[in-house]
Nanobody, 125 residues
Framework: MQLTESGGGLVQAGGSLRLSCAAS????????RGWFRQAPGKEREGVSC????????YYADSVKGRFTISSDKAKNTVYLQMNSLKPEDTAVYYC???????????????????WGKGTPVTVSS
């Protein structure tokens, strides 16, 4: 079971990035998926999650209207499109998978079964 993130990098404020999380070793229908982030000196926070069944989504208030989570089940890959980025979005972003539902997975990461290694996002002002 493996989750591999990509797409992080350095971007100016107002810019966009798209993160990808490719999964291997389990079927896309078996796990809810999500993105979490941790900034230096801060606790990890749930950014966005998507259910394994009906596509129900969760977004943290801080990213609503700017970030969009989506899933390509054929590729077993989840994406996080991040627009209008702000310096406070700077963090390491982690992909996660849970056999439970997003109500417990996001925002507090209860029931997360697998984590990726993370991809750094830096937003300059």
């Amino acid at each position: 079971m493996q989750l591999t993130e990509s797409g992080g990098g350095l971007v100016q404020a107002g810019g966009s990035l798209r993160l990808s999380c490719a999964a291997s070793g389990f079927a896309s229908d078996d796990y809810a998926r999500g993105w979490f982030r941790q900034a230096p000196g801060k606790e990890r926070e749930g950014v966005s999650c998507i259910s394994r069944s009906d596509g129900t989504t969760y977004y943290a208030d801080s990213v609503k209207g700017r970030f969009t989570i989506s899933s390509d089940k054929a590729k077993n890959t989840v994406y996080l499109q991040m627009n209008s980025l702000k310096p406070e979005d700077t963090a390491v972003y982690y992909c996660a998978a849970s056999a439970g539902d997003i109500a417990t997975m996001c925002p507090d990461s209860y029931g997360v079964d697998y984590w990726g290694k993370g991809t750094p996002v830096t937003v300059s002002s």
